[in-house]
């Protein structure tokens, strides 16, 4: 059994990797840990995890993090894996990081939307963890920057199309609609019930720190300088999120040519589905799941092709993908532990 531990384990994140990888066939939760709940059990915090962790939750402690786990998960906001993931590396312990601290090829674009960085030796290394594009340098590492749920949502839809050369890299719009989990579970106004509920609005328009995330990705996929317009929206659910992308093709194509380039990059890449022809994404087919599903529709008449793409923002947009990475990187099936039954309603 992989000994696994999560720093942060009582955020949104952190509680749905524990509720995933307390039914991991090859897992064994071994470290728990949370600032705010340490010396209280797991399922007094979560009581739905009533008779399945009832663990108490712990300060976090290198030793013990060294003696207890064989794999990390930093489930903490941005800045603090920077300082916790260096001495776990030196120990052999194998490190994926939610936060966004190592998802930047460029040292200097983090530190332009975020703070100065304190691991900066760290980020050549680092893989990060779009586990549909980057498997094989993920079965590698040691280092997982996990991607954020926006720009899952938005790079399944865009990398094939965008390395076959089908659409053009310089007039993307994407427009996200999240649930207000999103939002982390600290107490906030803008995520209260009373501001959310019956409201639907835009935020950090041309200013969310995704942006360059994405832009980052894409250019390094289409070669070129990639630059995309992302508008994000609260929406009020508690969790999932629905991307529309706009963008042109370059050159003659119908739908069979893009279904059948989407199809061939995610052949035999389970957690991408590829909805029929007649059928788009709806956030209520993967709530819960690690399901990315992808539509689309072709305009020629205003030569627009618009993807669509629905993920729930906690599973593929977090935690679930950074289990399918862990999955990558212990040589398992990149499935193990994450095939739960999608709900029906």
């Not at 590698?140 to 839809?157: D, E, F, H, Q, V």
């Not at 107490?187 to 328009?205: G, N, W």
């Not at 957690?271 to 994404?281: I, T």
């Amino acid at each position: 059994m992989i000994r696994a531990g999560i720093v942060g384990a009582t955020g949104y994140a952190g509680a749905e990797l524990v509720r995933l990888l307390c039914g991991h066939p090859h897992v064994a939760l071994t470290m728990l840990t949370s600032r705010q709940y340490a010396g209280v059990r797991f399922d007094a915090v979560f009581p739905s995890m009533a008779g399945f962790v009832d663990q108490v939750c712990q300060e976090y402690s290198l030793k013990q993090a060294c003696e207890q786990t064989d794999i990390l998960f930093m489930a903490l906001p941005h800045q603090l894996p920077m300082v916790f993931v260096p001495p776990l590396l030196e120990n052999g312990k194998r490190v994926i990081d939610l936060s966004a601290d190592f998802r930047f090829r460029d040292v200097a674009v983090y530190e332009r939307y975020y703070q100065p960085h304190k691991a900066a030796y760290l980020i050549d290394e680092s893989v990060y963890g779009l586990s549909e594009v980057y498997s094989e340098q993920i079965r590698k590492a040691r280092l997982i920057g996990n991607p954020g749920c926006y720009p899952t949502s938005i790079l399944l839809p865009l990398v094939p199309l965008l390395k076959s050369g089908y659409i053009a890299s310089d007039s993307i719009i994407a427009d996200s609609k999240s649930g207000v989990s999103g939002a982390g579970r600290s107490v906030s106004l803008t995520s209260h019930f009373c501001e959310v509920q019956e409201s639907f609005k835009a935020y950090k328009v041309g200013q969310h720190r995704h942006n360059p995330e994405m832009d980052e990705v894409l250019s390094i996929e289409a070669q070129t300088p990639v630059s995309i317009t992302f508008v994000p929206h609260l929406v009020p659910m508690s969790r999932g999120m629905l991307t529309t992308i706009y963008t042109q093709p370059v050159k003659p194509v119908n739908q069979e040519d893009i279904r059948s380039c989407l199809t061939s990059f995610y052949a035999g890449r389970r957690f991408v589905r590829l909805c029929p022809d007649g059928s788009l994404p709806d956030t209520r087919n993967v709530r819960g799941t690690n399901f990315c599903d992808v539509g689309f529709r072709l305009d020629t008449s205003r030569n627009r092709l618009i993807l669509i793409s629905a993920i729930d923002n906690l599973v593929k947009g977090a935690a679930g993908q950074a289990v399918q990475n862990m999955n990558l990187m212990l040589g398992l099936d990149e499935t193990t532990g994450l095939l739960q039954q999608p709900y029906p309603l």
